[in-house]
């Protein structure tokens, strides 16, 4: 149970609407879980959804706060990793959610990193027409990116991500201390979508993180407040344009070059991960923004110094194993999403957190950059 000393916790709200809700960070919220969620909803009976990894860390802690206040949990084990996230695997568990005889009323917690908060969101979206649910994000990646905003799905043979919901929970809990059970290589990787969000428009927030970063790896009051500055910021986009018809690709920042070394790696975790794909990506991105004239190359050489200083790749050449040819890493750029007749999308940047959409980008000025970074 609970110890006397209140441990702080911060509330960051998301506005939107009749579908507003809170995000609740701080250390040991597990174990508050039960009466944080029947403070909020009626419901007794629960499927908490996680993989088999953090299940073995973490479960118990939590089935036995949730015993306590009176809600009766049903575990849904998944196994770890990306290949969970399919229609295979949707079917097991939106069939499990509806063998534990929960009502719409009920609640369906996500208890893991993205690829169970996606897949168990999807899911409470869509059994009984919409279930109750509650994210607890154990990733650093989860709990300042994938659990804010509503996106849910799976990735199909098509492609990531391409089915799936928006689908916004009823409350969000992270628990700063779970962070302690990721391995370093999962925890740069969230930390770098930490840094995105100083870099998209919170100068102030970079400087801050280029003084205090040791402190979130750390787990002391900075990595609070690091993940509340990064769930506030993505509120803030998700409360403006919760659908991505505008804003909201400011989060793609870095993202566009990302995706194509994760599709050049064929998404093998053990060569490079989301958050690296990124770190890289938001480098290049800055570099490219120097090329175009558009900001400083020493913005670029200042991003680049402080997410090597963490340890986190900043170049292709940092990236294990044979890379393709520029021209092909181009062919993975185009075939992304953000490419509309002929000239590409990118997120470029007038200087530190000073980043835009750049709707116009010629698809030749990104290849001779490539050519220039990564020649053959
Ligand atoms: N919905 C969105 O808006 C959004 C945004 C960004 C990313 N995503 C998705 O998120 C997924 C990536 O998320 P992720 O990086 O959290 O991946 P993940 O869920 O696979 O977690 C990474 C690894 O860390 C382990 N893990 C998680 N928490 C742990 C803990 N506390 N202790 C020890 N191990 C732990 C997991 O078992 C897994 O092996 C991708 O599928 C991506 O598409 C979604
Ligand atoms: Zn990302």
Not at 75 to 101: D, H, Q, W
Request: contains cysteine.
């Amino acid at each position: 149970m609970t110890e006397m000393t209140t441990r702080p916790i911060t509330t960051v709200p998301v506005k939107l609407g009749d579908r507003s809700y809170d995000i609740l960070i701080g250390a040991g919220l597990i174990d508050q879980a039960g009466q944080e969620i029947s403070r909020r909803a009626k419901a007794v009976r629960v499927a908490v959804v996680s993989d088999e990894t953090v299940a073995g860390l973490h479960l118990d802690r939590l089935t036995k706060g949730l015993d306590a206040a009176g809600i009766h949990s049903t575990p849904v084990l998944v196994a770890p990793g990306e290949k969970s996230k399919g229609f295979a695997t949707l079917e097991t568990v939106t069939n499990a959610i509806l063998a534990a005889r929960l009502e719409r009323g009920d609640i369906v917690i996500a208890f893991g990193g993205g690829v169970i908060g996606d897949l168990a969101g999807f899911a409470a979206g869509i059994a009984r027409r919409g279930m109750g649910f509650v994210q607890m994000p154990t990733s650093l990646l989860a709990q300042v990116d994938s659990s804010v905003g509503g996106k849910t799905g799976i990735n199909t043979a098509h492609g990531k991500n391409l089915v799936g919901v928006f689908y916004q929970p009823q409350l969000v809990l992270a628990d700063t201390d779970v962070l302690d059970t990721l391995s370093p290589r999962e925890f740069r990787a969230g930390y770098a979508e930490i840094a995105k969000y100083g870099l998209i428009d919170r100068p102030d927030f970079f400087a801050w993180l280029e003084k205090n970063w040791r402190g979130i790896f750390a787990g002391g009051r900075e990595r609070t407040e690091a993940i509340a500055v990064s769930c506030r910021s993505k509120a803030e986009v998700v409360a403006r344009d919760e659908r991505e018809t505008g804003d909201r690709a400011l989060l793609n920042l870095g993202h566009t070059f990302g995706h194509a070394f994760e599709t050049a790696t064929n998404y093998d975790s053990t060569r490079l991960v989301h958050g690296e794909a990124v770190s890289i990506g938001m480098v290049l991105a800055h570099q490219f923004s120097a090329k175009m004239n558009l900001a400083s190359p020493d913005d670029a050489a200042r991003v680049e110094a402080h997410l090597r200083t963490v340890g986190l790749p900043v170049s292709i050449g940092d990236i294990p194993g044979e890379m393709p040819p520029a021209d092909k890493l181009m062919d993975y750029i185009a075939q992304d999403k953000k490419v509309a007749r002929g000239a590409l999308t990118f997120i470029l940047t007038r200087g530190i957190g000073q980043s835009f959409i750049a709707k116009d980008v010629p698809p030749s000025a990104v290849l001779s950059f490539l050519q220039e970074k990564h020649p053959k």
